[in-house]
């Protein structure tokens, strides 16, 4: 079975760090991308952060560029996302998502939830000011 498992959310101070992981089993790691999604109450689901697992591509939003640092494991199936400088506005729950990488343009690295192929839990960041 395919498994996402998000973690390494809490409750953290403005302007703190923290350093997500997302856990990947069940399918071939370096064939897909990895990205990150935020939920905060009442907003729709918005793409962060994006890597391809097979060539290391990345992609960033613009809220987020400069803060967060999105890297991965291959060894270990696991993508990180270092959240640095928080702000009470990342607050929100993190889910990681995966993709099929294929030969026409990435959903994922356009930060597309609707693209993606398999979702993990999600893990909660509180952030107080």
């Known amino acids: 079975d395919v498994q996402l498992q998000a973690s390494g959310g809490g409750l953290v101070q403005a302007g703190g760090s923290l350093r997500l992981s997302c856990k990947a089993s069940?399918?071939?790691?370096?064939?897909?991308?990895i990205g990150w999604f935020r939920q905060a109450p009442g907003n729709e689901r918005e793409g962060l952060s994006c890597?391809?697992?097979?060539?290391?591509?990345?992609s960033y939003a613009d809220s987020v560029k400069g803060r967060f640092t999105i890297s991965t494991d291959n060894a270990k199936n696991t993508v990180y996302l270092q959240i640095n400088s928080l702000k009470p506005e990342d607050m929100g729950v993190y889910y990681c998502?995966?993709?099929?990488?294929?030969?026409?343009?990435?959903?994922?690295?356009?930060?597309?939830?609707?693209?993606?192929?398999?979702w993990g839990q999600g893990t909660l960041v509180t952030v107080s000011s």
């Open positions: 998502a995966a993709e099929t990488l294929g030969p026409y343009g990435s959903s994922c690295l356009r930060r597309d939830k609707d693209g993606m192929d398999y």
């Open positions: 069940g399918f071939t790691f370096v064939d897909y991308a």
């Open positions: 890597i391809a697992n097979n060539d290391g591509r990345t």
